[in-house]
């Protein structure tokens, strides 16, 4: 049986005691259906496996503390260092982060997949911890970029792993629900970050205290990870096979324990190689399903999102709107988009929530082109140009958002499942610094309306690709996922 096999001997002797076990499995699965009890394996309970997804979504909370931080506490932050008025370190102090999430998405397919889902939060914790620290007590804008730089490897470490665990554990009828929980905890993460930095102008060196309470989270994640279950994806990759049954009891139940382990088997190649590099994702037999994750990531970051979200408190203002007001408008519209985005993950399937999300987009860069042109001379241009505003983050976060992360953790195979995602992340992290570096200077030269055409006609594409190259996983298994989607040998 299947309990009996341990160890990691080689891929061809795995192999065979897989296909021994796959079939005494199958039998074994089948047994309560042909005894008339099948009424006790119909969905696993949903209860099992909520702990776990709600540790793994403080690295997405965490994501978003540390990219709203520094927003607030900038001026008094720049004013403390002795670089106010220096335009280009305050950048700096912004986008490091991003340099450095490059650097740690590229390493955590390799962590994740050399020291399993559970170390590898553990591990990202590190740098969050160190970094917020050196932040928090140093005295000069070096030390300031030093601990930002250090989060960010943390950030691009973090997120990729939280995506996988929360597929690899979750039953498939609620995995797209759970993967809604990363949109929303980042979400949480922001307005977190907002609320803590309010009294900023007020006390003196408050924004070191900011960066001192994303410590406490980040601390919780590495000690009650312990106490978590690992992927049993991973267990299973690593021939660990009854341990991997154990986690799936942990997380489904007894009942689903064989059906889960047969559905592994199916997807399970004997014959391939467990070293995966980058020119087997971008070159080999991947190739489809690595393109349709890094395209759905710079499609996602070339919609706009993130420039509409540093313009906002721009347009707000032009309408009479304080920036702290701006910043809740925007914050409150992004989560109440993920709530009914996490309600929906199921029900409408993860192409269709694309396919609306992505069309609301266009419309409202339609929008903002009117506010900027035809109407730019009245004021009805500032009610155009808010409700754009508030439509395209409501739109983004229904579908645009929250999706790519899981449906790429669904569509890649086990073997590459990590190192994908590491590559797609990294993807993402490129096109993010590139819109956010070009963003302000293509404003100035293009204008508005010219830049939000440029903005709807990626969203645009981003719809037809969507419809041409994405299928729906809604409530399948990650193997019939992976079957139907790779190729034949």
Not at 210 to 231: D, G, K, Q, R, Y
């Amino acid at each position: 049986m299947l309990g009996k096999t341990r160890g990691s001997p080689s891929m061809y002797k795995r192999t065979m005691s897989r296909d021994n076990a796959n079939e005494a499995d199958l039998e074994d699965s089948s047994a309560p259906l042909q005894n008339g009890v099948g009424q006790d394996i119909t969905n696993p309970s949903w209860k099992r496996s909520l702990p776990h997804v709600l540790l793994a979504t403080i690295v997405p909370f965490l994501f978003g503390y540390h990219l709203g931080v520094v927003n607030e506490p900038l001026e008094s932050i720049s004013s403390d260092l002795g670089f106010k008025g220096d335009t280009l370190a305050e950048g700096l102090v912004v986008s490091i982060c991003l340099g450095g999430a490059f650097v740690g998405s590229l390493l955590s397919g390799w962590i994740a997949d050399g020291f399993g889902r559970r170390r590898a939060f553990q591990l990202c914790v590190l740098p969050m911890i160190l970094g917020a620290s050196i932040s928090a007590s140093t005295n000069n804008v070096a030390g300031m970029l030093l601990g930002r730089f250090l989060v960010g490897t943390g950030l691009g470490i973090g997120p990729p792993v939280a995506s996988l665990y929360i597929t690899e554990v979750s039953p498939p009828f609620v995995r797209g629900t759970y993967g809604s929980f990363i949109q929303i905890a980042t979400c949480a993460g922001i307005m977190g970050a907002l609320l803590i930095g309010i009294p900023v102008k007020d006390i003196s060196g408050w924004w070191r205290i900011c960066f001192w309470v994303s410590t406490i989270p980040a601390a919780i994640l590495a000690i009650f990870m312990e106490f978590a279950v690992e992927s049993p994806h991973w267990l299973y990759k690593q021939g660990r096979i009854s341990e991997a049954e154990v986690q799936f009891e942990k997380v489904l139940g007894g009942w689903h324990v064989n059906a889960a382990m047969a559905e592994l088997m199916k997807s399970d190649r004997g014959d391939e190689i467990e070293n995966v590099t980058v020119s087997d994702l971008i070159c080999g037999r991947h190739f489809r399903v690595v393109y349709i994750g890094s395209a759905l990531f710079a499609l996602q970051q070339l919609s706009g999102i993130n420039a509409v979200f540093y313009f906002s408190s721009t347009v707000f203002r032009s309408a009479g709107v304080s920036s702290n007001l701006a910043n809740a408008f925007v914050g409150i519209t992004n989560l109440v988009g993920s709530v009914i985005a996490l309600t929906l993950m199921d029900k409408v399937g993860r192409k269709g929530l694309l396919i609306w999300s992505f069309s609301g987009m266009v419309v409202s860069t339609g929008i903002q082109v009117a506010a900027a042109g035809a109407f730019a001379s009245t004021s009805i241009a500032e009610y155009l140009s808010v409700g754009g505003m508030l439509a395209f983050v409501f739109s983004f976060a229904v579908g645009a958002g929250p999706v790519p992360g899981l449906l790429l953790s669904e569509i890649f195979p086990n073997r590459i499942r990590a190192k994908a995602m590491a590559f797609c992340m990294s993807v993402h992290w490129v096109f993010n610094f590139l819109v956010g570096l070009l963003f302000l200077r293509l404003l100035e030269r293009m204008g508005p309306q010219l830049l939000y055409t440029m903005f709807g006609t990626f969203c645009l594409m981003a719809v037809f690709f969507v419809k041409n190259n994405v299928m729906e996983t809604k409530g399948k298994s990650l193997q019939e996922i992976e079957i139907s989607l790779l190729p034949s040998e």
